[in-house]
């Protein structure tokens, strides 16, 4: 049963194919969460090791924040899929190529 939810997990892992600019930050946002909140676990009675791994939870999730909020702000258009991004210089090429 258990390995069976890991190879779906990994198998759909693979098939979100949507590219912004937080994809990275998301990334290391999914591979800190289980790490560290394991590690709070099995670490809850070492005080510097139970909020070491807090620290390393909150860092990224606190720049994840931030740079939703700073790209919201800044540029919304990086937060569109890569292939939004392409279509629509597309579409604005195409319009001012045609006559006036």
Same mark, same amino acid.
């Given at each position: 049963?258990? /390995?069976? !939810?890991?190879?779906? *997990?990994?198998? @759909? +892992?693979? *098939?979100?194919? *949507?590219?912004? +600019? !937080?994809?990275?930050? !998301?990334?290391?946002?999914?591979?800190?969460?289980?790490?560290?909140?394991?590690?709070?676990?099995?670490?809850? /009675? /070492?005080?510097?090791?139970?909020?070491? $791994?807090?620290?390393?939870?909150?860092?990224?999730?606190? +720049?994840?924040?931030?740079?939703? $909020?700073?790209?919201?702000?800044? /540029?919304?258009? @990086?937060?569109?899929?890569?292939? $939004?991004? #392409? @279509?629509?210089?597309? #579409?604005?090429?195409? @319009?001012?190529?045609?006559? +006036?």
């Amino acid at each position: 049963m258990n /390995d069976k !939810l890991i190879e779906t *997990v990994i198998s @759909r +892992a693979g *098939v979100v194919r *949507v590219r912004n +600019a !937080l994809n990275a930050l !998301l990334r290391v946002l999914a591979i800190c969460l289980p790490l560290c909140l394991g590690g709070i676990y099995l670490f809850r /009675d /070492d005080a510097i090791l139970k909020y070491g $791994f807090l620290a390393g939870l909150i860092f990224p999730l606190i +720049a994840t924040i931030i740079a939703v $909020f700073w790209l919201l702000i800044k /540029d919304p258009n @990086r937060l569109q899929s890569e292939e $939004f991004i #392409l @279509r629509q210089q597309e #579409l604005s090429i195409e @319009r001012k190529e045609e006559p +006036a």
